[in-house]
T-cell receptor, first 122, second 115 residues
Framework: AQTVTQSQPEMSVQEAETVTLSCTYDTSESDYYLFWYKQPPSRQMILVIRQEAYKQQNATENRFSVNFQKAAKSFSLKISDSQLGDAAMYFCAYRSLGLSNAGGTSYGKLTFGQGTILTVHP | NAGVTQTPKFQVLKTGQSMTLQCAQDMNHEYMSWYRQDPGMGLRLIHYSVGAGITDQGEVPNGYNVSRSTTEDFPLRLLSAAPSQTSVYFC??????????????FGSGTRLTVV
């Protein structure tokens, strides 16, 4: 089974500065997807960015980018020019393609890390 | 608006009571799942379904039942509520084919308190 670890329960950043949230994962699969989700106080889960494991190029979405290190099984999220609206809980997630499971029962499952609370100071 | 609709948004139950959390999606997604969110533990998978009539257990299935009679609906039943089931519950869906390239679409969550 896959596991996802976020070792930073809380992080803080000054407005307009850059912050990096860490995520590591464990898997025996060769192909999979990785995601970062944002959960503001409204509780809604918002997809921030996705990375396909077979792509070496790091994904970027406006101020959000990832540093994907497949060999190290690391998937960090960098937020540039932080804004007050970035304050939220952030979850790293792994989506299985079920390629290592003969029964295919792991296909599509999304496994989450414990989350990191990001505070943005004005 | 298209998406995943969860009801109710809040619920208080007494220990031993049963209830059903409703989840409906109008995107024709084959894949649906239920998660619970607890502090410091992220979201954990309870049950999931890859299509009507097909369900399977996730990481923490005990005390919960599901059924999938239609593509649109995936209700979660608490058989006999316990304080350990106090949590926030999320329903989520996604397409199945090429599903891995999609993140899930989440409902807005149900905050359940068992006293």
């Amino acid at each position: 089974a896959q596991t996802v670890t976020q070792s930073q329960p809380e992080m803080s950043v000054q407005e307009a500065e850059t912050v990096t949230l860490s995520c590591t994962y464990d898997t025996s699969e060769s192909d999979y997807y990785l995601f970062w989700y944002k959960q503001p106080p409204s509780r809604q889960m918002i997809l921030v960015i996705r990375q396909e494991a077979y792509k070496q190029q790091n994904a970027t979405e406006n101020r959000f980018s990832v540093n994907f290190q497949k060999a190290a099984k690391s998937f960090s999220l960098k937020i540039s020019d932080s804004q007050l609206g970035d304050a939220a809980m952030y979850f790293c997630a792994y989506r299985s393609l079920g390629l290592s499971n003969a029964g295919g029962t792991s296909y599509g499952k999304l496994t989450f890390g414990q989350g990191t609370i990001l505070t943005v100071h004005p | 608006n298209a998406g995943v609709t969860q009801t109710p948004k809040f619920q208080v139950l007494k220990t031993g009571q049963s209830m059903t959390l409703q989840c409906a999606q109008d995107m024709n997604h084959e894949y649906m799942s239920w998660y619970r969110q607890d502090p410091g533990m992220g979201l954990r998978l309870i049950h999931y379904s890859v299509g009507a009539g097909i369900t399977d257990q996730g990481e923490v299935p005990n005390g919960y039942n599901v059924s999938r009679s239609t593509t649109e609906d995936f209700p979660l039943r608490l058989l006999s509520a316990a304080p350990s089931q106090t949590s926030v519950y999320f329903c989520a869906s996604s397409p199945l084919l090429a599903a891995a390239s999609y993140g899930y679409t989440f409902g807005s969550g149900t905050r359940l308190t068992v006293v």
